[in-house]
């Protein structure tokens, strides 16, 4: 499978992962979205995706 293009849009199973991720470490995905000045989270590419995924990761549980 070629990889992503870093503008490509996330699937439903990663958006999922983001939002799971962002519940369990207290994070607003709303927030997120703006941060990102997207109007709809749906809108994230996958190198955003990917940063988000990271930046979370490192992050304290709430």
Do not use: E, F, P
Request: glycine share 4%; charged share 20%.
């Amino acid at each position: 499978k070629a990889a992503a293009k870093h503008t490509d849009k996330v699937s439903s199973y990663q958006l999922a992962q983001l939002q799971t991720m962002a519940k369990q470490k207290g994070v607003d995905v709303a927030g997120i979205a703006q941060s990102l000045q997207l109007n709809n989270l749906q809108d994230i590419t996958a190198a955003q995706w990917a940063q988000c995924m990271n930046s979370l990761r490192k992050r304290a549980d709430a």
